[in-house]
């Protein structure tokens, strides 16, 4: 109880010392909480950005088509090096130092040739879901007890019924992981490409805002964007901790 | 042939491969070298842009090296702090959790426009970056430390400043290796966004140039240079990593 106390104050107190800064100081720059809202008013009620549903249903269109690759492309890449040990072997370490460069150094040679629009952003989406959800499906097919698939082997199942039967229900934990952190990461992809270089989407509309400095309405579609990706990751937990309990 | 034999093979067989089969479908005209320069053509570009494109990588190591300077310190020195203190972790950790989880993408637009151009945003963005990774980590890590070995050490009469010397910083040190691996592609990938976002130097603004000035080639070129240099950061970290934990036994 105590220290839910202690958080609600201090998450008071942060924001009543902002408001204090930002009127002293500079509200133009440091947009003051009670600045926040009416501006988050006025972009909901559509006043300052007529386009916002447009701009939000686009984004969102570009995140469904880059994780929908993301998820075939991962799984086909992943179960490819998984089962087959020296192709796994080969291109394991390939993809692991790919892994380690950081994503965004791709993003320029993706926009020159997919261009400024909606592709170069489900370009970068997918790039950066496609690392977790294969890294994922590797660790989830080692995880898999080599006793039980000999187990059904002897007992006569096929392949594909060892594949649906014994290996999919063992990995499934740790694939659903990854396919929840290969979201988290597309939605990240898609917001980074279109504030990076966009006319359309989210992005685009935090770009111009931040470029007319109208610094509130800023604030109002960080926040907005903000709830998207929350939800966005709200809703993969929930299918996350529904496959947990069905492997339990 | 054994296996290891045969690994190397296909990984040489397949890249060679892939290279080939490139220069084959760019030569043949297949795709627009605009667009998709053969890679005798990228391997052409290293030397026009190799000077810039190396004090453009120095620059952005240099800012690297700051932000990883600072988000290591902060990161271990505020994590041992907030991990070890009951009141502080209970009370503080949902927020941490929050900024770990926010995107920071999102608030780059307003560093920017507090900080200006140039160096300074991308030190802040890029400590901001490689910050909370490193600070989640070690609040694990100390939450994590045997209670044992704390009241064993409380009970031989160990003072405050040993129980951290001796007992908690040791225990912690593959946590802390484990933070400094995964921090220093987060603030590298921050420097870099700040630098393609609102650059006046360094490797994301060159990057940024060739592709809007479309030099596909020198682009490419540019695009591995960055990619080599990270890579070998990260080996260098593990190799590292390797003979400290080895050492620690």
Redesign the interface.
Same mark, same amino acid.
């Given at each position: 109880m105590r %220290?839910v106390a #202690?958080?609600a104050v201090?998450l008071l107190a942060g924001l009543a010392g902002w408001e204090l800064f930002a009127r002293l100081s500079n509200p133009l #720059?440091y947009v003051p909480p009670s600045a926040a809202l009416p501006a988050l008013e006025r972009l909901l009620t559509l006043q300052s950005y007529p386009d916002l549903l447009a701009s939000l249903l686009l984004t969102l269109r570009e995140i469904a088509v880059a994780y929908v690759l993301a998820i075939g492309a991962g799984l086909a890449g992943g179960f490819a090096l998984g089962l087959h040990?020296? +192709?796994g072997? !080969? *291109?394991g370490?390939?993809l692991a !130092? /790919?892994y !380690?460069?950081? !994503? %965004? %150094?791709? =993003?320029?040679?993706l926009? #020159? *040739?997919f261009g400024l629009g909606e592709a170069s952003k489900i370009a970068f989406g997918f790039l950066l879901g496609f690392f977790p959800i294969t890294l994922a499906v590797l660790a989830g097919i080692r995880q898999v007890n080599p006793h039980m698939l000999v187990v059904a082997r002897a007992f006569g199942a096929r392949p594909p019924v060892v594949f649906a039967k014994v290996m999919v229900p063992s990995m499934l934990f740790t694939l659903v992981g990854g396919l929840r952190t290969g979201l988290a990461l597309t939605?990240?992809g898609v917001? %980074?490409g279109e504030? /990076?270089g966009s006319r359309r989407g989210m992005g685009a509309l935090?770009?111009h805002a =931040?470029g007319l *400095?109208r610094?509130s309405d =800023?604030v109002a579609l +960080?926040l907005v964007? /903000?709830v998207l990706?929350v939800g966005s990751?709200a809703l993969a937990g929930l299918v996350e901790r529904r496959a947990q309990r069905w492997t339990a | 042939m054994s296996d290891r034999a045969r690994v190397r093979w296909l990984q040489a067989l397949s890249v060679l491969g892939v290279l080939l089969a490139w220069e084959a479908v760019a030569r043949l005209g297949w795709v627009d070298p605009l667009f998709v320069p053969a890679p005798s053509a990228v391997a052409g570009a290293f030397t026009r842009i190799g000077r810039g494109a190396l004090a453009g990588l120095g620059d952005t190591l240099a800012k690297t090296a700051v932000a990883y300077l600072l988000s290591v310190t902060l990161g271990v020195g505020l994590g041992i702090t907030i991990g070890s203190v009951r009141t502080l972790r209970d009370v503080l950790s949902p927020f941490v959790v929050v900024l770990y989880g926010m995107p920071k993408i999102l608030v780059l637009p307003w560093i920017v426009l507090l900080l200006g151009f140039g160096t300074t945003p991308a030190v802040v963005y890029g400590t901001i970056h490689g910050l909370f990774p490193i600070l989640v980590l070690v609040m694990g890590g100390v939450r994590d430390v045997d209670r044992n070995l704390i009241s064993v050490a409380r009970a031989f009469g160990a003072s405050t400043w040993q129980l951290y010397w001796k007992v908690i910083l040791p225990a912690i040190v593959p946590t802390v290796l484990a933070g400094m691996r995964l921090g220093i592609v987060f603030c590298l990938l921050g420097v870099l966004i700040v630098e393609m976002f609102a650059g006046v130097r360094g490797m994301g603004y060159v990057l940024g140039s060739l592709a809007n000035g479309f030099q596909a080639p020198e682009l490419f070129a540019a695009t591995a240079l960055v990619s080599v240099a990270s890579i070998a950061i990260v080996l260098g970290l593990d190799a590292l990593n390797d003979r400290l934990s080895h050492w620690r036994g």
């Open positions: %220290v #202690l958080r201090i #720059l040990r020296v +192709v072997r !080969a *291109f370490p390939i !130092a /790919l !380690a460069v950081p !994503a %965004v %150094v791709w =993003y320029p040679s926009m #020159l *040739f939605v990240i917001i %980074v504030i /990076l935090i770009n =931040y *400095f610094t =800023y +960080v964007t /903000l990706i990751d | -």
